[in-house]
């Protein structure tokens, strides 16, 4: 079992940065692929970002044609954390973010929410204008 927590969500203008992180729990944590989503007020959950699962890097990585460029996300299977730097925050990026972990077993594209089976409880992000 995975338990995930995510931490560093806040309020930031336009043009900023924030850095959110997933921490991980349990041994088997670097067995799994994480990825980040967001869902914003009455909208659909979607994919923001994901790191593939290795035991040594480097690791395969995938955006949201929304956020490349902007974005970055990067694992620490030492410290079990997922990290999702943000930079050139645009208000449309307000949302609740989540990170999620799926299995090694798991088929299907980093962007289909079905494909994960842990969750974290997310962490607010707002951009103001």
């Known amino acids: 079992q995975v338990q995930l927590v995510e931490s560093g969500g806040g309020l930031v203008q336009a043009g900023g940065s924030l850095r959110l992180s997933c921490a991980g729990s349990?041994?088997?944590?670097?067995?799994?692929?994480i990825s980040w989503f967001r869902q914003a007020s009455g909208k659909e959950r979607e994919f923001v970002a994901a790191?593939?699962?290795?035991?040594?890097?480097?690791?395969?990585?995938d955006y949201a044609d929304s956020v490349k460029g902007r974005f970055t996300i990067s694992r620490d299977n030492v410290k079990n954390t997922v990290t999702l730097q943000m930079n050139s925050l645009k208000p449309e990026d307000t949302a609740v973010y989540y990170c999620?972990?799926?299995?090694?077993?798991?088929?299907?594209?980093?962007?289909?929410?079905?494909?994960?089976?842990?969750w974290g409880q997310g962490t607010q992000v707002t951009v103001s204008s």
């Open positions: 349990g041994p088997t944590f670097s067995t799994y692929a």
């Open positions: 790191i593939s699962w290795r035991t040594y890097s480097p690791y395969s990585t």
């Open positions: 999620a972990a799926r299995p090694t077993y798991a088929r299907g594209q980093y962007s289909s929410p079905l494909t994960y089976t842990h």
